[in-house]
């Protein structure tokens, strides 16, 4: 078959066909594989079922959406980032509870690092779950509180979201686009370091599709311009420049 998306990660990758197959290889540890045991593999091997639609993965764990709109998850759970009620560690997927998970788009489901998921449902809600140390969890909480079943973050008409070093954000359909959690490198775009538990406004009402980095983000507006703005250390916002930024700038092109 085809392939037809990819999800990658660190320590491996996994892709889904046009047949709807979910493949996987690389490293196996934490059962990240999700072929029921923990073996490190260098070709694709197949993960059970045939109606596979989109796939995120982390540094230790993976997530998948179905085309029946339930959503799944397998690897690494040692804070909850699995989202089954517990720490245990699932070598093969596992149902998260509901079956009106989005698939229709990749950017409906994020992972962060190692220890964090979000995805969007069809009405547009926002849901978390996993480690909070910085209120990346949107749940307006200080301290290190996590969430081992899916938490909604306040509001609806959720679009796209997007993880990063332990920020998150995510567009609405009215083309706004909100982030939440740590801020280090000033990639909530408040022109300020602060972190922020809920989410807050990022200036602009025309954000289409998002991205995010190490202590950074990236955005396309619907006239096709580019953004960046958070930390560059490595020149990777586009600016030419190692100049960190806490509002949005304009990458040069359309």
Known sequence: GTWKTIGSGQAGAHGIKTDGTLWGWGL????????????TISSPRQLPGTNWAQVMESELFSMATKTDGT???WGKNSYGQLGQNSKTEYSSPRQIP????????????ATQDEQLAAAIKTDGTLWMWGYQNYGQLGQNESGINSKSSPVQIPGTNWSQVAGSFYTYACTRTDGTLWGWGANLGGQLSQNNRTQYSSPVQIPGTTWSKIASGFIAAMAIKTDNTLWSWG???NG?????????????KQIPGT
């Open 28 to 39: 196996g540890y934490n059962g990240r594989g999700g072929y029921g045991n923990t073996d």
């Open 231 to 233: 930390y560059n250390g």
């Open 98 to 109: 509901g079956d009106t998970w989005s698939y229709d788009d990749q950017n409906k489901i």
């Open 71 to 73: 959503l799944w998850m």
């Open 236 to 248: 990777q916002l586009g600016h030419n420049n190692k100049t960190n930024y806490s509002s949005p």
